[in-house]
């Protein structure tokens, strides 16, 4: 029997995504039969280290966000040579920097939204760009810190004093229309789901995960052209970024204008949220992949450095 240690917690604003994650993957491990420590993660690497004595056949990464979805915690596992899920240290590392996977993706040819990194105490004073745009932390993930600046809107100022993500921040234009999302299976773009947020606004941290804050329609009912370019696009930045295992991408889809619109790649997730609530279960399921086999895929695909 494969014994599957799985990491789930973290330090990272994600802290609670990934403990939805980690139950839902130990409990259909268990189902797949594979033999599972949980090992909740907290500040104590050393603590980890220890967990995973005696060493497992496989870690399971659960985590989210910082120290365990940038290349740290693929780091470690690869110096202790046990393989592990999702994405290695170089992809990791590059997908969780906006502005570093902006710039793989544009030379990629890529479709990518206009923007800058601004200093954030600058924000204060002007607008950097035309109204509206959108204000990103670069390291962080599940919409967490993203806001949007509208026509007529004076949040800049608070927004620029509150700001807890560092110096600096991703400005980019604000693109109109809808939600796309794309998952990645190793060389296979699965579907394109569209996802209508319940605020009526955009994707945010709620609507991501909260029962009912958001409604997912796969296959998303969009242009013929575009759901085929979105497949391509995903399965491109996939591959640009060096990912393996699973990964997802975002995109907007301008359609405001009418079919077919301006398609737009946001970003590249290398660790998709598991929760009861995400986007990866679903469009696996839709071709037939329960959540237990979904899990299983990903152990026997699991790969370090050594």
């Not at 793989?104 to 601004?118: E, H, S, T, Y």
């Not at 391509?232 to 930045?237: I, P, Q, S, T, Y």
């Not at 995400?278 to 071709?287: R, V």
Request: hydrophobic share 45%; glycine share 8%.
């Amino acid at each position: 029997m494969t014994r599957v240690a799985v990491l789930y917690g973290g330090m990272s604003a994600e802290r609670e995504v990934s403990l939805s994650t980690g139950r839902q993957v130990i409990t259909a491990l268990r189902e797949a039969g594979y033999e599972v420590t949980p090992v909740e993660v907290k500040d104590d690497l050393a603590a980890v280290i220890r967990a995973l004595d005696p060493r497992p056949d496989a870690v399971f990464n659960a985590l989210h966000g910082r120290f365990g979805e940038d290349g740290a915690i693929q780091s470690v596992l690869d110096w202790l040579a046990i393989p592990y899920t999702h994405s290695g240290v170089r992809a990791s590392a590059l997908a969780m920097d906006k502005v570093a996977a902006k710039a793989v993706f544009a030379a990629a040819g890529l479709p990518v939204p206009r923007g800058q990194v601004v200093d954030i105490a600058a924000l204060e004073h002007n607008d950097p760009m035309p109204l509206p745009y959108v204000i990103k932390p670069i390291n962080e993930g599940s919409s967490v810190g993203v806001e949007i600046m509208r026509e007529g809107g004076n949040r800049r100022a608070a927004i620029a004093a509150s700001w807890t993500f560092g110096a600096s921040a991703l400005v980019e234009e604000f693109i109109p229309g809808r939600e796309l999302t794309v998952a990645v299976m190793g060389e296979k773009a699965l579907a394109v789901t569209e996802i209508t947020a319940a605020n009526g606004d955009f994707y945010d941290y709620e609507a991501k995960y909260a029962d009912g804050g958001s409604r997912h329609v796969i296959p998303a009912p969009v242009h013929p052209e575009i759901y085929t370019r979105a497949m391509d696009v995903a399965l491109r930045a996939h591959r640009a970024l060096g990912c393996r295992g699973a990964s997802r991408c975002d995109f907007r889809y301008d359609d405001t204008k009418g079919e077919p619109g301006r398609l737009v790649l946001l970003e590249l997730n290398t660790q998709p949220g598991l929760t009861p609530t995400s986007l990866l279960p679903e469009q696996a399921a839709h071709l037939g992949m329960s959540f237990p086999q979904l899990c299983a895929w990903m152990v026997e695909n699991a790969a370090c450095r050594a």
